[in-house]
């Protein structure tokens, strides 16, 4: 992975991270929705803690598999953010704006720990040799 697809990955994660804070908070106060809303934050948040993880990572599999977690993260994400919307607490047009920068996010992260594990199963088969 190219350090641009990293850094771009990590940026966007966070202002998502923002996003959802700002949507939790929103929530909280004017809905006094707190149990589904401090889902999405745990799930929303914890994207970017775990690709700032990855980076960090002491191998190429321990980077995929913290890559694969944030991937999860954001699939969940995704779920409360459906919920929330569909029980009513979140108007379709601001879902809509945060789900497109989830899907983009679980886009990337896919691409990612799909390279990653490609490029770990290229690097045994080229150490056997």
Do not use: P
Not at 35 to 58: C, D, F, K, Y
């Amino acid at each position: 992975m190219s350090k641009g697809t990293a850094k771009g990955v990590k940026e966007k994660s966070y202002k998502f991270a923002l996003k959802i804070i700002d949507l939790v908070r929103e929530l909280q106060k004017e809905q006094k929705e707190f149990i589904l809303s401090g889902q999405l934050l745990r799930s929303g948040t914890s994207i970017g803690a775990n690709i700032v993880e990855a980076n960090a990572g002491v191998s190429k599999k321990d980077f995929a598999a913290k890559m694969a977690i944030a991937s999860k993260e954001a699939r969940e994400t995704e779920y409360w953010l459906n919920l929330l919307k569909d029980a009513g607490f979140i108007d379709e047009r601001r879902a809509d704006s945060v789900m497109k920068d989830c899907d983009e996010l679980i886009r990337m992260l896919t691409s990612i720990v799909k390279t990653s594990k490609k490029n770990i199963c290229d690097s045994k088969l080229n150490t056997q040799h």
